[in-house]
């Protein structure tokens, strides 16, 4: 129990420093140790104890207050007040302000004994009973420091009205903070508050009180005008909060979500928490297109005379052909109803939907992405160790007693193996080793590489020859047949051409998981986007120049084709990875196990096929309604299937950084590749002649441009025309719009820079101030040895704790010194304030003010110990101050 | 609402709305599944009464936890320590587990939950426990004595800043804020 105080004690950094010999000839001079007694060290300390024995007995008799002192630091804005007022609001300032620290100067030292173990801030407390217990939950974070402040029953009578008197006092002062601000603020900040229930009410009545003799006062001005506005703002309020209501009533799968990380925890359910992401984007895709484009199409369209048989489900083709669902059944003309004589242009609904969409898209992954990024990337560098990790390592989400076992069993090898981890990293790689591992590296990436080459190569030499087979003469069926060798093929890539990855991943020998997971990632990327890519230019190079009556519509049924077979596959992949490898495992093979759920090739499934989706979104427009069908069946199948045969992942998945990296990929290749597909086929490639809206330009892009032209002459839409030709048609504006975002990542980037560096600094900050607390500690030590050895008999006899006397009074330095960097070690790492510097050099004089006498020396022994501190850390390794 | 269970008013409902992170209907929710703990002749009056420790960990939501526990403790304004917990003590444990809880109030918590003895710092015996609780108190799992002091060694290297041999909150918030999984993993849905 007494480990970090022994530890401080033997840390050999001060006993052997010549500094402390100096500094402990100096003790004998009693006049210094008086000094130190009086001023910096106690006051502090002193004070704190107030705060807590006033509050104790405050508490019995005014059950109401509350110690809003004790709230101010929790609340980000008032920082600024709390930082000055602390020091001011100190009862000692001026040490005549209590008699009994006059009286007694040894008080602070014998108090302590009164210490009760279980005496915590938080806990319950005698003193406490009679209130109702609503003071049992008091901890925040400026009582983490008082924690070992506890109430002197000798001093409590002393002291307790004055200190009343300041917490009012603060108390006031914070609820004036409240009450000035907008009471969405103030919601949000009393909801911040780690608090009970009743005294969070008691805080927002008090608020309120103040607010309404404030707006008593302020009634006579009142005008109509800002009762209009408050009303608006209100009925505003209500509305939101109502719509928002309703939205929750609309979220998908919550229970379904609930019961997948109650059982698998959050890793799996990231996976299922992406696909449900996905499909709100198709959902809000198919609302667009087919009330922008679909709706109208079909007011106008004719009837059908193709027969469906069942094979055009698979292919896409025959019937599908003549229907909404791709593209050359759309008209070119304007639908005009002849009742009201208001037209509708097919070829500008077309184009502009389609951009907007995509132009709404990029926004929302842009959006989300930098959120994630935000979120989970916003520190530079993070712990090389993952021990500190465990700190925060419980899923909570876990419910399921089961998978709450095999969680903890899973942990515990982990921490094992880690352990041992540790120590075999010590033994360093030799030189041939590192080369043999290097060259196994580089095989696997060029073997990855070449397999991918390889897989595309073939694809597209299929896809030509598969178009030559369709220009031949035979009979519709086997036509039909033919067109579904392609996908297939592609879709057996996708799914075998991972597995040789896995075992490349076998071969090579990584260090740390992690690599392994992102190297499989990024292969398994490259080879699906290569593959796409391949399509894409077989589609744009050979079909969109070949003689065929309507290549878009071709070009539409590919993609269904592609994203048809590839649902089919991932439902006998679940099948046959998870049902039958369940069955092998259990029943033939045991060393096998139950298969884990693999979220990495899972994930990168949803990108594959979302990418050909948005590809198709322009070939067939109502391909996103294919891609809602197919995710609901595949976000059922999958689940049951989890249910059913998967045992939650035994290794520790980084669900949002990986969620974040999925994001990006999404975004990268993905997004990114369709843009330029789009940018090619609208800018670049000539629409079929026959079919679709487009049939007579020669290229898309010129419906625009000829709708421009017309607006041209009317003078009332010129802006529009201005806008067209200055901002979206020239190339100035975007070269200009591209340095100015370049010279703003650049400032960002510098502004990250100097952080890092502002970080660095502050936390060897920190690392001083701990040696001088230490340093600090050691002297209250020997000073206490020498000078309460008669009483400590008597002590110990008082005493209810476990603890030893020492370290009572040692604990309670350590919190008074803690004091500066409880209060302001967020803002440290959240705002990497420079303004925190200042205060916690000049911990000990703030303290001391009032104590003119004590300063000196006061001042003198902290910058020693500064001094010292600064010695040993140039000694020391850089490593040691860098997390 | 099982029909004999009475409704919340409503000013109160707006009240916990603006007290707690929870919506209208994590409200309503959490007001069903409490009452449903409590005797049937005592759901009308609700909000006066207390439902024993035993009874919360009935719940599926705490019954596996490994903290159960210190979750029942942290949040209980029990004037006896036992644990039990009122409606609004509910509402605040629901509300420091939600989704729209800020990661700072949740790290605040997570701190408390952690800190087993209550003294407002966590030493070597509260990250003992702390890792039995997270590996499990049975035999095979558990960690041997060495281990165990090589994991909490390397715990206090990495999370202790000032060195002092324990972790203080500020300290804990400061390892949270580098983990990001943190925030979707403290969570409790009912």
Same mark, same amino acid.
């Given at each position: 129990?007494?480990?970090?105080?022994?530890?401080?004690?033997?840390?050999?950094?001060?006993?052997?420093?010549?500094?402390?010999?100096?500094?402990?000839?100096?003790?004998?001079?009693?006049?210094?140790?008086?000094?130190?007694?009086?001023?910096?060290?106690?006051?502090?300390?002193?004070?704190?104890?107030?705060?807590?024995?006033?509050?104790?007995?405050?508490?019995?008799?005014?059950?109401?207050?509350?110690?809003?002192?004790?709230?101010?630091?929790?609340?980000?804005?008032?920082?600024?007040?709390?930082?000055?007022?602390?020091?001011?609001?100190?009862?000692?300032?001026?040490?005549?302000?209590?008699?009994?620290?006059?009286?007694?100067?040894?008080?602070?030292?014998?108090?302590?004994?009164?210490?009760?173990?279980?005496?915590?801030?938080?806990?319950?407390?005698?003193?406490?009973?009679?209130?109702?217990?609503?003071?049992?939950?008091?901890?925040?974070?400026?009582?983490?420091?008082?924690?070992?402040?506890?109430?002197?029953?000798?001093?409590?009578?002393?002291?307790?009205?004055?200190?009343?008197?300041?917490?009012?006092?603060?108390?006031?002062?914070?609820?004036?903070?409240?009450?000035?601000?907008?009471?969405?603020?103030?919601?949000?900040?009393?909801?911040?508050?780690?608090?009970?229930?009743?005294?969070?009410?008691?805080?927002?009545?008090?608020?309120?009180?103040?607010?309404?003799?404030?707006?008593?006062?302020?009634?006579?001005?009142?005008?109509?005008?800002?009762?209009?506005?408050?009303?608006?703002?209100?009925?505003?309020?209500?509305?939101?909060?109502?719509?928002?209501?309703?939205?929750?009533?609309?979220?998908?799968?919550?229970?379904?979500?609930?019961?997948?990380?109650?059982?698998?925890?959050?890793?799996?359910?990231?996976?299922?928490?992406?696909?449900?992401?996905?499909?709100?984007?198709?959902?809000?895709?198919?609302?667009?297109?087919?009330?922008?484009?679909?709706?109208?199409?079909?007011?106008?369209?004719?009837?059908?005379?193709?027969?469906?048989?069942?094979?055009?489900?698979?292919?896409?083709?025959?019937?599908?052909?003549?229907?909404?669902?791709?593209?050359?059944?759309?008209?070119?003309?304007?639908?005009?109803?002849?009742?009201?004589?208001?037209?509708?242009?097919?070829?500008?609904?077309?184009?502009?939907?389609?951009?907007?969409?995509?132009?709404?898209?990029?926004?929302?992954?842009?959006?989300?992405?930098?959120?994630?990024?935000?979120?989970?990337?916003?520190?530079?560098?993070?712990?090389?160790?993952?021990?500190?990790?465990?700190?925060?390592?419980?899923?909570?989400?876990?419910?399921?007693?089961?998978?709450?076992?095999?969680?903890?069993?899973?942990?515990?090898?982990?921490?094992?193996?880690?352990?041992?981890?540790?120590?075999?990293?010590?033994?360093?790689?030799?030189?041939?080793?590192?080369?043999?591992?290097?060259?196994?590296?580089?095989?696997?990436?060029?073997?990855?590489?070449?397999?991918?080459?390889?897989?595309?190569?073939?694809?597209?030499?299929?896809?030509?020859?598969?178009?030559?087979?369709?220009?031949?003469?035979?009979?519709?069926?086997?036509?039909?047949?033919?067109?579904?060798?392609?996908?297939?093929?592609?879709?057996?890539?996708?799914?075998?051409?991972?597995?040789?990855?896995?075992?490349?991943?076998?071969?090579?020998?990584?260090?740390?998981?992690?690599?392994?997971?992102?190297?499989?990632?990024?292969?398994?990327?490259?080879?699906?986007?290569?593959?796409?890519?391949?399509?894409?230019?077989?589609?744009?190079?050979?079909?969109?120049?070949?003689?065929?009556?309507?290549?878009?519509?071709?070009?539409?049924?590919?993609?269904?084709?592609?994203?048809?077979?590839?649902?089919?596959?991932?439902?006998?992949?679940?099948?046959?990875?998870?049902?039958?490898?369940?069955?092998?495992?259990?029943?033939?093979?045991?060393?096998?196990?139950?298969?884990?759920?693999?979220?990495?090739?899972?994930?990168?499934?949803?990108?594959?096929?979302?990418?050909?989706?948005?590809?198709?979104?322009?070939?067939?427009?109502?391909?996103?309604?294919?891609?809602?069908?197919?995710?609901?069946?595949?976000?059922?199948?999958?689940?049951?299937?989890?249910?059913?045969?998967?045992?939650?992942?035994?290794?520790?998945?980084?669900?949002?950084?990986?969620?974040?990296?999925?994001?990006?990929?999404?975004?990268?290749?993905?997004?990114?590749?369709?843009?330029?597909?789009?940018?090619?086929?609208?800018?670049?490639?000539?629409?079929?002649?026959?079919?679709?809206?487009?049939?007579?330009?020669?290229?898309?892009?010129?419906?625009?441009?000829?709708?421009?032209?017309?607006?041209?002459?009317?003078?009332?839409?010129?802006?529009?025309?201005?806008?067209?030709?200055?901002?979206?048609?020239?190339?100035?504006?975007?070269?200009?719009?591209?340095?100015?975002?370049?010279?703003?990542?650049?400032?960002?980037?510098?502004?990250?820079?100097?952080?890092?560096?502002?970080?660095?600094?502050?936390?060897?900050?920190?690392?001083?101030?701990?040696?001088?607390?230490?340093?600090?500690?050691?002297?209250?030590?020997?000073?206490?040895?020498?000078?309460?050895?008669?009483?400590?008999?008597?002590?110990?006899?008082?005493?209810?704790?476990?603890?030893?006397?020492?370290?009572?009074?040692?604990?309670?330095?350590?919190?008074?010194?803690?004091?500066?960097?409880?209060?302001?070690?967020?803002?440290?790492?959240?705002?990497?304030?420079?303004?925190?510097?200042?205060?916690?050099?000049?911990?000990?004089?703030?303290?001391?003010?009032?104590?003119?006498?004590?300063?000196?020396?006061?001042?003198?022994?902290?910058?020693?110990?500064?001094?010292?501190?600064?010695?040993?850390?140039?000694?020391?390794?850089?490593?040691?101050?860098?997390? | 609402?099982?029909?004999?269970? %009475?409704? =919340?008013?409503?000013?109160?409902?707006? !009240?916990?709305?603006? &007290?707690?992170?929870?919506? +209208?209907?994590? $409200? @309503?929710?959490?007001?069903?599944?409490? %009452?449903? =703990?409590?005797?049937?002749?005592?759901? !009308?009056?609700?909000? &006066?009464?207390?439902?024993? +420790?035993?009874? $919360? @960990?009935?719940?599926?939501?705490?019954?596996?936890?490994?903290?159960?526990?210190?979750?029942?403790?942290?949040?209980?304004?029990?004037?006896?320590?036992?644990?039990?917990?009122?409606?609004?003590?509910?509402?605040?444990?629901?509300?420091?587990?939600?989704?729209?809880?800020?990661?700072?109030?949740?790290?605040?918590?997570?701190?408390?939950?952690?800190?087993?003895?209550?003294?407002?710092?966590?030493?070597?015996?509260?990250?003992?426990?702390?890792?039995?609780?997270?590996?499990?108190?049975?035999?095979?799992?558990?960690?041997?004595?060495?281990?165990?002091?090589?994991?909490?060694?390397?715990?206090?290297?990495?999370?202790?800043?000032?060195?002092?041999?324990?972790?203080?909150?500020?300290?804990?918030?400061?390892?949270?804020?580098?983990?990001?999984?943190?925030?979707?993993?403290?969570?409790?849905?009912?």
């Amino acid at each position: 129990m007494s480990y970090h105080y022994n530890e401080a004690f033997e840390n050999p950094d001060y006993h052997y420093s010549e500094t402390l010999e100096i500094d402990r000839s100096k003790e004998r001079n009693s006049s210094f140790q008086q000094n130190l007694h009086d001023s910096s060290l106690h006051d502090d300390s002193y004070d704190s104890y107030e705060g807590h024995s006033g509050r104790g007995q405050r508490n019995q008799d005014y059950p109401m207050a509350i110690p809003m002192s004790s709230m101010q630091p929790g609340f980000r804005y008032s920082h600024s007040t709390s930082r000055s007022a602390v020091p001011n609001t100190n009862p000692y300032g001026n040490p005549h302000t209590n008699p009994s620290f006059e009286y007694e100067p040894e008080l602070a030292y014998t108090s302590p004994s009164t210490f009760h173990a279980m005496d915590g801030p938080y806990v319950r407390r005698s003193s406490d009973m009679s209130d109702g217990g609503s003071f049992s939950q008091r901890y925040n974070r400026r009582q983490a420091d008082l924690v070992y402040r506890m109430p002197s029953s000798l001093l409590r009578l002393d002291s307790n009205a004055e200190t009343y008197n300041e917490d009012k006092h603060k108390q006031e002062k914070l609820i004036k903070n409240l009450a000035s601000m907008s009471s969405r603020e103030r919601i949000k900040a009393i909801q911040k508050t780690p608090k009970t229930m009743k005294e969070k009410r008691d805080i927002r009545n008090k608020v309120l009180m103040e607010k309404t003799k404030k707006s008593v006062s302020y009634s006579t001005q009142i005008n109509c005008c800002t009762q209009c506005l408050y009303k608006t703002a209100l009925s505003y309020r209500r509305f939101k909060s109502g719509l928002s209501e309703y939205f929750h009533l609309l979220q998908l799968w919550q229970k379904t979500l609930k019961v997948i990380g109650g059982k698998f925890g959050t890793s799996v359910l990231s996976y299922f928490v992406f696909l449900k992401w996905l499909l709100t984007f198709n959902i809000f895709s198919f609302l667009v297109n087919f009330s922008f484009i679909t709706i109208p199409q079909l007011i106008a369209s004719g009837p059908n005379n193709l027969t469906f048989n069942g094979l055009e489900l698979l292919t896409g083709a025959g019937y599908f052909k003549k229907t909404v669902l791709y593209y050359g059944f759309y008209t070119n003309s304007t639908i005009t109803k002849a009742e009201n004589n208001s037209s509708y242009n097919m070829q500008l609904a077309y184009i502009f939907t389609i951009g907007i969409y995509f132009i709404i898209c990029f926004f929302s992954l842009v959006y989300s992405m930098a959120k994630s990024f935000h979120k989970n990337f916003i520190n530079p560098q993070t712990y090389a160790g993952s021990a500190a990790k465990l700190l925060c390592i419980w899923d909570f989400n876990i419910t399921n007693e089961k998978a709450v076992k095999l969680k903890q069993s899973n942990l515990s090898t982990q921490i094992k193996e880690s352990l041992s981890e540790v120590t075999l990293e010590v033994l360093n790689l030799s030189l041939k080793q590192k080369i043999a591992r290097i060259t196994v590296h580089l095989v696997a990436w060029v073997a990855s590489l070449g397999t991918a080459a390889a897989c595309c190569a073939g694809v597209y030499f299929l896809s030509r020859n598969n178009l030559q087979l369709l220009e031949g003469n035979k009979s519709e069926l086997e036509k039909e047949a033919a067109t579904l060798v392609l996908p297939i093929v592609v879709s057996l890539l996708n799914l075998l051409i991972p597995f040789c990855f896995a075992l490349f991943g076998l071969i090579e020998k990584f260090q740390y998981p992690r690599h392994e997971l992102y190297v499989t990632v990024i292969r398994n990327i490259f080879l699906k986007i290569s593959i796409i890519g391949i399509l894409c230019y077989y589609w744009l190079n050979d079909v969109a120049t070949s003689e065929e009556e309507c290549w878009e519509s071709l070009v539409g049924q590919d993609i269904y084709r592609l994203i048809v077979i590839d649902f089919i596959f991932c439902l006998l992949g679940s099948f046959f990875g998870e049902f039958v490898r369940r069955i092998i495992g259990t029943k033939c093979c045991k060393k096998l196990g139950v298969p884990e759920f693999d979220i990495a090739r899972n994930v990168l499934d949803l990108i594959y096929t979302q990418t050909l989706a948005w590809i198709g979104i322009f070939f067939a427009p109502l391909m996103p309604a294919m891609q809602i069908i197919s995710f609901f069946i595949i976000f059922y199948v999958k689940k049951v299937s989890l249910m059913r045969n998967c045992q939650p992942p035994r290794k520790v998945w980084r669900a949002s950084q990986m969620t974040t990296l999925f994001i990006f990929l999404l975004f990268f290749p993905s997004f990114t590749g369709v843009l330029s597909v789009m940018g090619v086929t609208i800018w670049r490639r000539t629409p079929s002649k026959q079919c679709g809206p487009f049939q007579g330009l020669t290229s898309v892009i010129d419906a625009v441009s000829g709708w421009i032209h017309i607006l041209d002459s009317y003078s009332s839409s010129k802006w529009v025309v201005w806008i067209y030709r200055n901002l979206i048609g020239s190339v100035h504006f975007f070269f200009i719009l591209t340095v100015i975002v370049l010279i703003i990542t650049y400032l960002y980037w510098q502004i990250i820079e100097g952080r890092k560096i502002m970080v660095r600094l502050l936390h060897e900050q920190i690392i001083n101030e701990g040696k001088d607390k230490m340093f600090l500690l050691n002297k209250l030590r020997a000073l206490q040895t020498s000078k309460l050895d008669p009483s400590k008999g008597e002590q110990q006899e008082r005493s209810s704790s476990l603890y030893q006397p020492s370290r009572q009074a040692a604990l309670q330095m350590t919190a008074s010194l803690e004091r500066p960097f409880g209060r302001n070690g967020r803002d440290y790492y959240a705002e990497s304030s420079s303004a925190g510097i200042p205060e916690k050099i000049g911990l000990s004089p703030a303290d001391a003010e009032g104590h003119q006498p004590a300063i000196s020396e006061t001042l003198a022994l902290a910058l020693r110990a500064r001094q010292q501190a600064e010695w040993e850390m140039e000694d020391d390794d850089d490593e040691d101050f860098r997390p | 609402m099982g029909g004999s269970a %009475s409704q =919340l008013p409503r000013d109160l409902l707006g !009240e916990y709305q603006e &007290l707690t992170f929870l919506t +209208k209907q994590e $409200i @309503l929710l959490a007001h069903k599944r409490f %009452s449903e =703990l409590l005797p049937k002749e005592e759901r !009308e009056s609700i909000l &006066l009464k207390r439902v024993p +420790k035993s009874k $919360i @960990l009935t719940l599926p939501e705490l019954r596996a936890n490994p903290f159960q526990d210190r979750i029942c403790r942290v949040f209980s304004t029990s004037e006896h320590g036992d644990g039990s917990m009122s409606f609004e003590d509910f509402l605040d444990l629901l509300s420091v587990f939600s989704d729209s809880a800020t990661s700072e109030i949740k790290s605040h918590y997570a701190f408390r939950i952690f800190d087993f003895d209550d003294d407002g710092t966590l030493d070597k015996k509260d990250l003992e426990k702390l890792v039995n609780c997270l590996t499990g108190e049975g035999d095979e799992t558990r960690l041997s004595e060495s281990e165990m002091d090589q994991l909490i060694q390397n715990i206090l290297e990495e999370s202790d800043i000032d060195k002092d041999g324990t972790i203080n909150l500020s300290e804990f918030q400061h390892v949270i804020s580098r983990s990001p999984d943190f925030a979707s993993s403290f969570k409790i849905v009912l």
